[in-house]
């Protein structure tokens, strides 16, 4: 058994868990945030990201024990105050979800890469991150519209707030 200490949106927590356990598991199991899909548990097809001290990461790929000591932002802690953030708006306004399973992992991919591109995103850019993440119900132009979208109304300033 492993002890862990993180801090997963904003709030202390910790526990024990079999030193085997996925991130992606604890997320869900240990602390009730079901917002993190498990889709494929082989890292292929990206519905279980999440911000691990503040990069992206396939939770499926990651044991609970490595995550000791950082910061975890899922899905769940994105919206702040009770406003979405502005890529979830965007996937909202842009009609980018369909059963909505590939969504959270797709937001979170989002909302790193314009953490680190700003508002210079382009079509071809975007679709070229997103390629570890599947959309089953083939949602990818609205997806990538509501990418592009949330990346020019956030600019420049998304780098600043990520950094």
């Known amino acids: 058994m492993a002890n862990v200490s993180m801090t997963v949106n904003g709030r202390s927590v910790s526990g024990q868990c079999e030193d085997r356990m996925l991130l992606v598991q604890f997320i869900r199991e240990n602390l009730g945030l079901t917002g993190t899909h ?3 548990d082989t890292s292929q097809c990206g519905a ?3 911000h691990v001290d503040g990069k ?12 000791d000591g950082s910061d975890v932002t899922t899905i769940e802690g994105l919206a702040s105050g009770g406003e979405l953030h502005p890529v979830q708006a965007a996937f909202r306004e842009h009609h980018g979800l369909q059963c909505g399973f590939c969504t959270p992992g797709m937001i979170m991919s989002a909302v790193d890469m314009i953490s680190r591109h700003g508002g210079q995103l ?6 070229a991150e997103l ?7 083939t949602g990818y132009h609205n997806i990538v519209k509501a990418v592009l979208d949330a990346a020019s109304k956030m600019g420049d300033g998304a780098k600043v707030a990520a950094e």
Request: hydrophobic share 40%.
């Open 38 to 40: 498990v889709g494929c």
């Open 48 to 50: 279980c990201v999440v």
């Open 56 to 67: 992206a990461v396939k939770s499926c790929t990651m044991l609970a024990a490595q995550a």
């Open 122 to 127: 382009d079509e071809k850019t975007v679709r």
């Open 131 to 137: 390629e570890g993440n599947i959309c089953r119900c």
